[in-house]
């Protein structure tokens, strides 16, 4: 099937009224898919100021604030949407979040025989050991193979996080959808000193990043144990703390001495990154790690969890080092070896930014539409059979 003939709906539980960096690459597919000619409907709970404007034919679904994260929307079904799905009469049906709007997109694609196919953008399993609610990860991880298995194709963000998935056993079909980057965008030009002295960073001083939500799943308690215990070992540094989210209160009560920038994006995001020396990313929760990359982008060396997507970014001893989850020790040591040695930074941000230019966007995004017309044409050769 020509590209040109190709329809395709895409569920979200979120794609574009918070930014992050899984609504951030389904936009980036739907731009894609719409360069080549492919028709795309993008199902989504919507609010009246969302974070950016989306991009192609967003439709509403009807839904509500989620208790205690208010922030996200928790979808009510596709009830509402339903008379315009099936006007659009798609070819595939792609959901990007196993909430109630994934589950019910499937059954209504599985009751026509239609393929359904799932990406998976982060590990919603693992979010309750923050919350200290371990007990719920074996039933989530129960109802997301229910969700996963019902799906001819599931699309994983990294190999680290596709072998996690096949462990679990969600799926005979896993397949890759990486992620790309901006590479004239994140760059290690854009280190600006007159911007980190406004922000009273001294020359001499060494930046510890960190980027993404503010929430406790991020590792926010992890990124703040090391930072108490580097201040146990005398080691000097500053913590620069880009994002925002419900946790900010909790994590600028935790570390003090950091900075806190709140959201940024475009070229401020782009300048915190080159300003900084090395990135931080104590989360485990990650499928890919869309902040490392682009740190290793704006030549920064990593230091990351040992989790999935980081598996698949940081080689330890090239552009950057793999720690322990939650193990504060280990993570302190690696911080504090980059700190006081410029010449293994100045080798671990070159050799990442060098890794960084195999991810390009449109390459990626084009073995994804390739996905999408083998499963079409596997489907249509059984019809016809």
Request: charge should be positive; hydrophobic fraction near 40%.
């Amino acid at each position: 099937m020509p590209s040109s003939d190709l329809r395709v709906a895409l569920f979200s539980g979120n794609y574009n009224y918070v930014k992050d960096g899984a609504n951030q690459a389904l936009n980036r597919l739907v731009g894609y898919l719409l360069r080549q000619g492919v028709a795309v409907r993008v199902y989504s709970p919507t609010i009246e100021t969302p974070a950016f404007a989306p991009t192609g034919d967003l439709v509403s679904i009807p839904s509500v604030p989620i208790p205690g994260r208010g922030e996200y929307r928790l979808g009510l079904g596709i009830g509402g949407v339903k008379a315009d799905l099936k006007a659009f009469d798609p070819h595939i049906v792609h959901i990007a979040s196993p909430d109630i709007i994934g589950h019910r997109a499937v059954a209504w694609a599985r009751s026509r025989g239609k393929p359904a196919v799932a990406s998976v953008h982060t590990r919603f399993e693992t979010y309750f050991r923050y919350y200290r609610m371990h007990w719920m990860q074996t039933v989530i991880e129960a109802v997301l193979r229910r969700l996963y298995r019902r799906c001819v194709e599931i699309y994983a963000p990294s190999e680290s996080m596709a072998a996690v998935l096949t462990d679990q056993r969600m799926s005979r079909n896993v397949h890759i959808w990486s992620r790309g980057i901006d590479g004239d965008l994140y760059r290690p030009d854009r280190r600006d000193m007159e911007w980190r002295r406004s922000l009273g960073i001294a020359d001499e001083d060494m930046v510890i990043l960190f980027v993404g939500r503010l929430v406790l799943e991020k590792g926010l308690d992890t990124f703040a144990a090391t930072l108490a215990e580097l201040d146990a070992r005398d080691v000097p540094y500053k913590a620069l703390f880009v994002g925002d989210g419900p946790a900010r209160p909790w994590i600028e009560a935790q570390a003090p001495q950091g900075i806190f920038l709140g959201f940024q994006s475009g070229e401020a995001l782009a300048r915190a990154y080159a300003s900084a020396d090395v990135m931080f990313n104590p989360s485990s929760t990650e499928t890919f790690g869309n902040v490392t990359l682009e740190a290793m982008a704006s030549g920064l060396p990593v230091v990351a969890a040992r989790a999935t997507g980081s598996l698949s970014l940081v080689t330890p001893g090239l552009n950057g080092q793999l720690t322990t989850p939650d193990d504060i020790q280990e993570s302190a040591d690696a911080l504090a070896a980059y700190i006081a040695d410029p010449e293994s930074r100045t080798a671990a941000g070159k050799a990442g930014r060098e890794i960084s230019k195999r991810f390009d966007w449109d390459t990626i995004n084009g073995a994804l539409l390739q996905r999408y017309r083998t499963v079409v044409a596997r489907r249509s050769s059984k019809a016809r059979a």
